[in-house]
């Protein structure tokens, strides 16, 4: 029996290991030419470190991971609009939640691949199947055959498309860039984790290390314009002026060569993961905006789902049809909430700010426990 995998993100490496684990026969191909680094963050949840757990690799993770306290919403002012003590978290959930560089994370997977073949620069275009065949044919005029895909190859997945040809991707109103700051920021606390809601605006505050921070800058844009990713980092500091301290210096310090651009979108969520003998893992099957930061948390739970019904389960197309059933309700509900919460945090309307941010505060603790229980209870058996 042979597996192959569409894509070398997250989701396609955490979905080797896991079938590595299951003891099935895998190979990867992954469109780049190779993995370059990017300048981008990411924060590992409660519920994906279950999910890394279950895969054998939290270890690891941890090792190049970075421990925060809290999370906070802000005003643009800076006023406290609601705390998420990780701690406490951590002690109820029992489990763990750490930023980490992106490459980081990305060589820890390669890595955990082992023998598992690896093949770059192959972009796939289509697929064609024929009896128990699956043709895969790439952009480089080759062609792999193999029993069964897993398509895991992002939003613009050429699989998806061609199996969904009415799916499509959603934009959010809204644009952002992302950059990582290596300068010391002065009075800065290391420990926080924050986002502030502005008018029509967002900053958000990862911390990587006590001296390293991961930031992304959103703005609401009414299309999808490319006029955005010509900004320098002055015209950044001045579209966020009125933001508190020290989003201006964050800015001012990150290289411009190393500040990247893209505008918010997610895929309007479908009814179907499985094809008999191919399914679609990760942003493939579920892109989500980053407001929930559920993103490749969502792929790391892909693949631990995944090799727990390998462990019950051994015919691949009922492994396939029983993924989607456990994973539809569950991403679909994570998108829609993303895509909500993304609109509250980055309402233009200041009457609408102004009540956001007067009630917020006052909401009992108990008021995101429900949601909370379903975004971080996960097992995975």
């Known amino acids: 029996m042979k597996i192959t995998i569409l894509g070398g993100g997250i989701g396609g490496l955490t979905t080797a290991i896991a079938l590595k684990n299951a003891g099935i026969d895998c190979e990867v191909y992954e469109a780049s ?3 370059a680094p990017v300048g981008a963050g990411l924060s590992i949840a409660l ?3 279950k999910a890394l757990e279950y895969l054998g690799i939290e270890k ?4 190049k991971g970075y421990r ?6 802000l005003s643009q002012k800076g006023k406290v609009l609601q705390t998420l003590g990780m701690d406490e978290l951590r002690k109820k959930y029992k489990s763990n939640a750490v930023t980490i560089n992106r490459h980081d994370l990305h060589a820890i997977l390669s890595a955990e691949l082992g023998t598992i073949p690896m093949y770059f620069n192959k972009r796939c ?3 064609t199947q024929s009896k128990n065949k699956i043709q895969l044919h790439f952009s480089d005029g080759t062609i792999a055959i193999t029993e069964y895909l897993i398509a895991a190859d992002g939003i613009h997945s050429n699989i998806r498309k061609q199996l969904l040809p009415d799916s499509y991707e959603r934009y959010s109103g809204q644009t952002c860039w992302r950059g990582i700051c290596n300068t010391p920021i002065a009075g800065y606390d290391y420990s926080i ?13 990862v911390p990587l290390s006590e001296k390293m921070i991961y930031w992304f800058a959103v703005n609401d844009s009414r299309k999808e314009e490319m006029h955005w990713g010509r900004k320098t980092n002055q015209e950044l500091v001045d579209l966020f002026s009125e933001f508190h301290k020290p989003v201006g210096d964050i800015i001012r310090n990150t290289p411009m060569e ?5 505008n918010l979108t997610d895929l309007k969520p479908i009814k179907k993961f499985a094809f008999d003998t191919i399914l679609l893992l990760g942003d493939a099957a579920h892109a989500t905006t980053p407001n929930l930061g559920q993103g490749a948390c969502m792929a790391i739970e892909d693949a631990a789902v995944l090799g727990s019904i390998l462990k019950k389960e051994k015919y691949i197309p009922k492994v396939f049809t029983l993924f989607e059933k456990e994973r539809i309700d569950r991403t679909t509900k994570i998108v829609t909430t993303s895509y909500r919460v993304g609109k509250i945090a980055q309402t233009a309307n200041p009457i609408l700010a102004g009540l956001r941010n007067f009630i917020f505060p006052l909401l009992p603790k108990s008021s995101n426990e429900n949601f909370l229980a379903f975004l971080f209870g996960v097992k995975f058996n």
């Open 33 to 35: 030419e190779k993995f």
């Open 47 to 49: 519920n994906a470190w």
């Open 60 to 63: 690891m993770v941890g090792a």
């Open 68 to 73: 925060y306290s809290d999370a906070k919403i």
């Open 125 to 127: 275009t289509h697929i």
């Open 193 to 205: 984790l924050s986002e502030t809601w502005g008018l029509g605006k967002r900053f958000g505050i």
């Open 258 to 262: 190393t500040i990247f651009w893209t």
